[in-house]
């Protein structure tokens, strides 16, 4: 295996705490600690050794610490059987972990001003990634929302770490009422941001992505998609990505991504299969119209 690439672990619980309306896990797990780079994830095991929950679940990495070796921590909020199961655990209880996984945030060579948007539990993948930014001499501003103020997430060490930190939720309950983006081409145009970083739900991601298209500026998204394997086999969290190409493709969440530059990614096709995707139905791969050469096509009828 490679020492870069994902490793499979059976890591002992160290901490298991709440914050606000989450539960964050810290495990001790020294190899992902030292493979991790900000944007990965793990896929964690759920239900014990003999449980019938086959599948594993995916969760951003939140922070990485040197203690005891190497420690991981991860964010969730409970919301079925294997997350609830996950909650109940106690210091020193063993967790069948495999990270990290997926591709990171591309970090800029230059210092850079640098707009992190979060929304919810999705904010939490930003926060290392901001860490690693200003140890380049970025600038960093964070936009953080929710649906109310328990689900915004760790707004303290957001302030503490960004120039500025903006808050907005749906209910007006904490910062600014209404969505990210209706503060993000404020903060952006203050702080005179040269890139976007997001991850939260899709529907925030496509108007994230559609905000930096107005403003002119590169974005990268962290997508949220269910997995059911987290290493590429099982298709379950393809999303369309337009590729250097101009062809749009099935794009794998969780080894294509999560990280996927945020005007490539068609937001309104998310959860279906466009008919002019590689390899849908009806779609060929070259027109028969030479002055239309390399262009895909749908067949009549």
Avoid at 53 to 61: C, D, G, N, Q
Avoid at 134 to 140: A, F, I, L, M, W
Avoid at 144 to 163: H, N
Avoid at 267 to 293: M, Y
Wanted: glycine share 12%.
């Amino acid at each position: 295996m490679s020492d870069n690439g994902p490793v499979q672990t059976r890591s002992p619980v160290l901490t298991v705490r709440r914050v606000d309306a989450y539960h964050a896990i810290t495990v001790v797990a020294p190899q992902i600690a030292e493979r991790f780079r900000s944007g990965q994830f793990l896929s964690v095991g759920v239900g014990g050794e003999h449980s019938g929950m086959l599948l594993r679940r995916p969760f951003a990495i939140h922070d990485v610490k040197p203690d005891y070796g190497g420690t991981v921590e991860f964010l969730f909020a409970v919301r079925g059987p294997g997350t609830a199961w996950l909650a109940e655990r106690r210091s020193q209880d063993l967790l069948d972990v495999v990270g990290p996984l997926g591709r990171p945030f591309p970090l800029p060579r230059d210092p850079v001003n640098c707009l992190l948007v979060g929304g919810g539990s999705g904010a939490a993948p930003l926060f290392p990634l901001a860490h690693a930014l200003r140890r380049r001499g970025c600038r960093v501003d964070f936009v953080l929302g929710a649906s109310s103020a328990d689900r915004v997430f760790s707004a303290i060490s957001a302030r503490r770490i960004a120039e500025t930190a903006t808050f907005t939720t749906d209910d007006g309950s904490f910062g600014v009422r209404g969505r990210v983006t209706d503060a993000l081409e404020r903060v952006a145009a203050d702080a005179r941001s040269d890139v976007v970083y997001a991850c939260g739900p899709m529907p925030m991601l496509g108007r994230v992505a559609g905000a930096a298209g107005r403003l002119d500026l590169p974005a990268q998204v962290a997508v949220e998609e269910a997995m059911g394997c987290g290493t590429g086999l099982c298709m379950s969290c393809v999303v369309p990505v337009v590729g250097e190409d101009g062809f749009t493709r099935m794009a794998r969440a969780c080894v294509d991504g999560p990280v996927f530059r945020a005007e490539r990614v068609r937001f309104d096709d998310v959860g279906t299969i466009p008919f002019d995707a590689l390899g849908a139905p009806g779609w060929k791969p070259w027109s028969d119209d030479p002055g239309a050469e390399g262009a895909p096509e749908r067949e009549a009828g």
